[in-house]
């Protein structure tokens, strides 16, 4: 003779999961107009004006720094300190001005879908 068993089916008397499927969303289409906002000319003009300042500021720290270091003929050496420093000045100034530049296309696009009214 065999036991029966004591334990709970948790799944529906249908025999299929517990638990009701759910259909996959679909994202709404985005309108044209918001697709890519970007940020003005002035905006992106003064950007890539500041990437360049930093890139010689950075080329003066680079050359002053592999001058004091190095003594004698070190033509080479002051040369990869200054492209060195001017790169790196660059580049730094370069990520801040593309995050500045996001965050003021972005913030123009969130206004814009606000109304005009709204602050």
Same mark, same amino acid.
């Given at each position: ?50 990437i360049v300042v ?14 004091? =270091? ?40 969130? =206004? ?8």
């Open positions: 003779m065999r036991a029966r068993s004591t334990a709970v089916d948790v799944r529906s008397r249908a025999g299929g999961p517990y638990h009701r499927r759910i259909a996959d969303p679909t994202p709404d289409p985005l309108p044209p107009d918001a697709a890519a906002p970007l940020p003005s000319p002035l905006a992106r003009a003064v950007a890539a004006f500041l930093a890139g010689l500021c950075g080329g003066l720290i680079g050359y002053a720094v592999t001058d004091l =270091q190095c003594d004698g003929d070190c033509g080479l050496l002051i040369g990869i300190g200054t492209l060195l420093g001017a790169v790196i000045a660059a580049g730094g100034v370069a990520v801040v001005a593309v995050l500045a530049l996001r965050a003021m296309a972005e913030w123009d696009s969130v =206004q814009e879908r606000r109304g005009p009214g709204a602050t």
